[in-house]
Nanobody
Framework: VQLVESGGGLVQPGGSLRLSCAAS????????MGWYRQAPGKERELVAR????????NYADSVKGRFTISRDNGKNTVHLQMNSLRPEDTAVYYC???????????WGQGTQVTVSS
């Protein structure tokens, strides 16, 4: 199983980034997908989540209206479009796959997002 994130980097406040996660080694279309983040000294938190079919999403209150999660089950990818970025969005962002039972969960290695002028 592999989840490989890409698209992180340094961006100025108000800017945008698009994170991508390429999945392999499991039946992608059967898994809900999520993006989590962890800032220094803080716990990992859910940012956004999308159902296996892509017909339902939920977001952390702090990113609603700014971030959009999407998936392509034909390409085994999930994306996070991040707009109007703020310094407090600075964190390592992780891709997560969650199956129908708790033990079926996979994580990517993370990608750094830094929002700074």
């Amino acid at each position: 199983v592999q989840l490989v994130e890409s698209g992180g980097g340094l961006v100025q406040p108000g800017g945008s980034l698009r994170l991508s996660c390429a999945a392999s080694g499991f039946t992608f279309r059967r898994y809900a997908m999520g993006w989590y983040r962890q800032a220094p000294g803080k716990e990992r938190e859910l940012v956004a989540r999308i159902t296996s079919a892509g017909d339902g999403t939920n977001y952390a209150d702090s990113v609603k209206g700014r971030f959009t999660i999407s998936r392509d089950n034909g390409k085994n990818t999930v994306h996070l479009q991040m707009n109007s970025l703020r310094p407090e969005d600075t964190a390592v962002y992780y891709c997560n796959a969650q199956g129908s039972v708790a033990r079926l969960t996979y994580w990517g290695q993370g990608t750094q997002v830094t929002v700074s002028s």
